[in-house]
């Protein structure tokens, strides 16, 4: 391998969770075999030796794949390349094969042209300064030199297995699965067949291009293929995965959809009963009525910052047994290895629903409120963490009883909440409102318009 200077990656695709970017524009493959060399030296800081490598359906996968694993290898560190598999099944490998550390090549739910990578480093999910740090590794050429091996594996079977040994459903089910062409149709068929379920397949042959529907179970325009089959067949539920099958979404037979805040009740209400007293993670976004059902059932519940890898960190640092994001990362401890996996949430959904002889009755019973979908506000570069900054330290909410600023702005009120946070990983304010009735929701949206148009004079709010 030749020891050559790198290029230096453009700062924009160092997120805040992940490294993503257009493909050929801001992410090319030069750039990636440069972050795949600084990830390697950032291994051999760490006394990792072996990184594991999985990559999505998308097309531009295989060569990422290859110029990130040249790049690792041109530290000295050993590449394991898993092929063509869900982001959840890297994580796996990190465990299965070893090497407490993987990297997956997805771009998860973004348009085509967008590929990423989600990083693992000793068991350590990378974020924030972690992942600025790789690209000032490239810029001060402060690289590790050596020539790791590439070897290849399957952990396919042996996450088939490990799942079926552990989950029995208690009787067969009839389900509809909609991977949305992502790189989860390539296993999360068998997965549920083996399951002992009777599968209604919707398009789970991979393709990049994602022809039929855009592969985001948490838009509900996407969850309409699986809403209509669900009507035609005599299946009884629904579960659609993303695009590198890291989240689920959850179907009922007269196509409601459970959105995971509710799905985190029914999970917590099982896993509490085999670990009691345990802590119960959830992020920012999540409905209100889940810290008291959470108590109700002897819990403890935590709320956290939105984004994966600090959930994780969170569930780490906590020993938590469970937890979960709005956007439908669910992360499982009691009895799996506490990463986010849309394909195993949806398996031990399956397993509570199985106990009951009409599960849409135990979806349907589940806790609800008026809600909105996440609206958001785009803005320029920077200008959604000022808005944000300037709630902070300015706004006044009429009636509000607490103004949680953990993550954003957070303001609860007798009947409701509404929520103002700067995404991490697109220059938009999101915004979520909650409450007991629909004249609670549009008093609680009359008070933020005025907090916001209070802070930033003109600027377009989307409700």
Not at 232 to 253: I, M, N, P, S, Y
Request: a negative charge; proline letters at 5%.
């Amino acid at each position: 391998m030749t020891q050559t200077a790198h290029v230096l990656p453009a700062p924009e695709i160092f997120k805040a969770y992940d490294i993503r970017g257009i493909v050929d524009k801001s992410l090319t493959a030069d750039a990636v075999r440069a972050i795949g060399h600084a990830l390697g030296s950032e291994a051999v800081a760490r006394g990792q030796k072996t990184v594991a490598i999985g990559r999505d359906g998308r097309l531009s996968g295989p060569e990422l794949a290859g110029a990130l694993a040249d790049g690792i290898r041109a530290a000295g560190v050993d590449v394991v390349d898993i092929g063509c598999v869900p982001t959840p099944l890297s994580y796996f490998a990190a465990y299965q094969l070893g090497t407490n550390s993987c990297v997956s090549v997805t771009g998860s739910h973004n348009p085509p042209d967008y590929n990423g990578l989600k990083m693992v480093l000793g068991g350590q999910t990378l974020f924030g300064d972690q992942i600025q740090a790789l690209r000032q590794r490239i810029a001060d050429n402060n690289l590790s030199h050596g020539a790791g091996k590439l070897t290849t594996a399957s952990v396919d079977e042996a996450y088939l297995e490990r799942i079926v040994s552990d989950v029995k459903l208690a009787r067969p089910m009839k389900i509809v699965i909609d991977c949305g062409n992502g790189v989860a149709g390539g296993i999360a068929p068998e997965l549920f067949k083996r399951l002992g379920c009777e599968v209604i397949e919707l398009f789970c042959e991979v393709d990049g291009n994602f022809p039929n529907h855009h592969p985001d179970p948490s838009k509900p325009e996407n969850l309409q293929d699986v809403i209509r089959a669900l009507q035609e067949t005599d299946a009884e539920l629904g579960l659609a995965f993303d695009g590198d099958g890291d989240r689920l979404g959850v179907v009922t037979k007269d196509g409601e959809i459970i959105y995971p805040d509710r799905q985190l009740m029914l999970f917590a209400e099982d896993v509490l009963t085999r670990v009691p007293g345990g802590e119960i993670i959830y992020d920012v976004k999540c409905t209100r009525n889940l810290a008291g059902w959470i108590k109700d059932r002897g819990g403890k519940a935590t709320m956290w910052n939105t984004g994966h890898a600090l959930v994780k960190a969170k569930l780490k640092e906590t020993g938590a047994p469970l937890a979960g994001e709005m956007s439908g990362h669910m992360f499982f401890k009691e009895r799996w290895y506490g990463f986010d996996d849309g394909l195993y949430a949806g398996v031990r959904l399956l397993e509570i629903l199985s106990r009951h002889p009409d599960g849409n009755a135990v979806l349907k019973a589940l806790p609800d409120a008026v809600s909105t979908p996440e609206l958001n506000i785009k803005m320029n570069e920077g200008e959604p963490f000022e808005l944000v900054k300037r709630l902070k330290e300015g706004a006044s909410f009429d009636g509000a009883q607490e103004v949680i600023t953990l993550d954003g702005v957070r303001v609860e009120y007798a009947d409701g909440f509404g929520l103002a946070r700067p995404s991490n990983t697109t220059p938009v304010v999101v915004l979520r409102f909650e409450a007991d009735s629909e004249e609670a929701i549009a008093r609680i949206q009359a008070d933020f318009r005025k907090a916001i148009e209070a802070v930033w004079p003109g600027i377009k709010l989307p409700f």
